[in-house]
């Protein structure tokens, strides 16, 4: 099966660095993707990664490492609107060249003043 | 161009009766992802169709089921509602199913009394 732990929350200060870590199980992986969750609004996708390193979008970077089967989400200069939810999803092979999406159960960041 | 819409925003229905929820993915959009989102569980994989076709199935019970038409649509139905399927329902598109990006829609609560 396939199985994503994540810390449940996590609480910052506006400005500073936030890292919301990532491990998972599974087997055909083939990537891990991060998603940010409004309270009421839809999942909207921040990044993916394929190959180990690091991804940089703006104030957002991911990283992963396979071998180690972890992965995380940078936030650098926080904003209050950074406060949501955030999903680790990892991206893996259900056979027959089809693939599936498998959330973890999200991490709630609050963004202090 | 217009995102994922998904139909209704909100339902309330009563123990044993059923549901059908429909999506309109983005267009051109084939592939169709459907998740259950409730309270401290994250997203759970219902099911994902991929031109018209049931490509990966998720640890639910055969009360839910789904389907995708011609022209990617997709509707998925809850059969025997219990109390315990009062959840968030979100559908995500893509164009193909090997797409690392999934847009989602805003979802369907449904409330189960």
Known sequence: GQSLEQPSEVTAVEGAIVQINCTYQTSGFYGLSWYQQHDGGAPTFLSYNALDGLEETGRFSSFLSRSDSYGYLLLQELQMKDSASYFCAVRSDSGAGSYQLTFGKGTKLSVIP | ?113
């Open chain 2, 1 to 113: 161009k217009a995102g994922v819409t998904q139909t209704p925003r909100y339902l309330i229905k009563t123990r044993g009766q059923q549901v059908t929820l429909s999506c309109s993915p983005i267009s051109g959009h084939r592939s169709v992802s459907w998740y259950q989102q409730t309270p401290g569980q994250g997203l759970q994989f219902l099911f994902e169709y991929f031109s018209e076709t049931q490509r990966n199935k998720g640890n639910f019970p055969g009360r839910f089921s789904g389907r995708q038409f011609s022209n990617s649509r997709s509707e998925m139905n809850v059969s025997t509602l219990e109390l315990g399927d009062s959840a968030l329902y979100l559908c995500a598109s893509s164009f193909g199913a090997a797409d690392t990006e999934a847009f989602f829609g805003q979802g369907t609560r449904l409330t189960v009394v």
